[in-house]
């Protein structure tokens, strides 16, 4: 069965050091990958997504995430954290043979101190 | 333009009571999904459509919770009976057509079963 998993539940950071969330997925073909970020009361928005070709994807925001079929993995990555990036953060993968069923992780929490 | 808009924002009702939810999407998008999250979960995956068809229903969690759409537009996520398990915040999204496109996520609808 699909499935994603966040295995950092909450991470703390102070602003400007570099930051990365961990997003494992098990899928059997390549998978639609995501990442959407969900601010305090704010909606979710999609920071990135791959499908194909380079595996290192650019999103807003100065984030990146990087594709890596051998470990299942889709890691998400920014260099310098701003204190505007506290936030709820969710990876997800998108199956197209289970009826475009998306499945998504549980979350990592990010707290951003000055 | 617009975006996915969701009513009624808060939802507070009776345990056996039958509740509705409203998702207009935005204009021109024809596939449709519908999320639970719950205190401290992911976003639990519910229904998707496309048009005004639901392939695949198999994430509805019982046979209480229902879903339409019509006229590709708006849809209506109808939860019969409720229980107090059913306390979660209920997202929609919408998408230009299916899985690798961006989806755009309402405000949310946050339903208290008492």
């Known amino acids: 069965a699909q499935s994603v998993t966040q295995p950092d539940i909450h991470i703390t950071v102070s602003e400007g050091a570099s930051l990365e969330l961990r997003c494992n997925y098990s899928y059997g073909a390549t998978p639609y990958l995501f990442w959407y970020v969900q601010s305090p009361g704010q909606g979710l928005q999609l920071l990135l997504k791959?499908?194909?070709?380079?595996?290192l994807v650019q999103g807003i925001k100065g984030f990146e995430a990087e594709f890596k079929r051998s470990q299942s993995s889709f890691n998400l990555r920014k260099p310098s954290v701003h204190w505007s990036d506290a936030a709820e953060y969710f990876c997800?993968?998108?199956?197209?043979?289970?009826?475009?069923?998306?499945?998504f992780g549980t979350g990592t929490s990010l707290t951003v101190i000055p | 333009g617009a975006g996915v808009s969701q009513s009624p924002s808060n939802k507070v009702t009776e345990k056996g009571k039958d509740v509705e939810l409203r998702c207009d999407p935005i204009s021109g998008h024809t596939a449709l999904y519908w999320y639970r999250q719950s205190l401290g979960q992911g976003l639990e995956f519910l229904i998707y459509f496309q048009g005004n068809s639901a392939p695949d229903k198999s994430g509805l969690p019982s046979d209480r919770f229902s879903a339409e759409r019509t006229g590709g537009s708006v849809s209506t996520l109808t939860i019969q009976r409720t229980q107090q398990e059913d306390s979660a915040v209920y997202l929609c999204?919408?998408?230009?057509?299916?899985?690798?496109?961006?989806?755009?996520f309402g405000p949310g609808t946050r339903l208290l079963v008492l």
């Open positions: 791959y499908f194909s070709g380079d595996t």
């Open positions: 999204a919408s998408s230009l057509r299916q899985l690798q496109e961006t989806q755009y």
């Open positions: 997800a993968v998108g199956a197209m043979n289970t009826g475009n069923q998306f499945y």
